[in-house]
């Protein structure tokens, strides 16, 4: 199975996934972290990969959405973006409704806080 064959497997077989530098509970940078802690805060069951145990992972995501940046999020087999992205779609309720429109939990309140804490 080639790392394609292993993204696109991982990215369909779980609703929400992060490839990211690092652990949900451990991140290894500033904007891995930034993304997990949103999705951890806000209550989301997401899947995460480590592009750091593994170089070919690491290159292979990048090709695989043709984004040069790690994290990635991807939400029902589709990419979504990264730090930036997740952030803007955080404070402006698009996150929310992205989730909500593919049947992904998450906790509303968590998401408001969120969005109060950054007016």
Do not use: H
Request: hydrophobic fraction near 40%; charge should be negative.
């Amino acid at each position: 199975m080639t790392v394609q064959d292993k993204i696109k497997e991982t990215v369909t077989s779980n609703d929400v996934v992060l490839f990211m530098k690092g652990t949900k509970s451990m991140p290894q940078c500033g904007f891995s972290s930034r993304v997990a802690g949103v999705l951890n805060f806000m209550g989301v069951d997401f899947s995460d990969v480590n592009v750091l145990a593994d170089e070919d992972m690491r290159q292979g995501i990048k090709d695989f959405s043709d984004w040069p940046t790690v994290p990635q999020l991807y939400v029902k087999g589709e990419f979504v973006g990264g730090c930036d992205i997740i952030t803007e779609m955080t404070l402006s309720g698009e996150l929310d409704t992205l989730f909500s429109e593919n049947g992904v939990t998450f906790d509303k309140d968590a998401a408001e806080k969120i969005r109060e804490a950054n007016a």
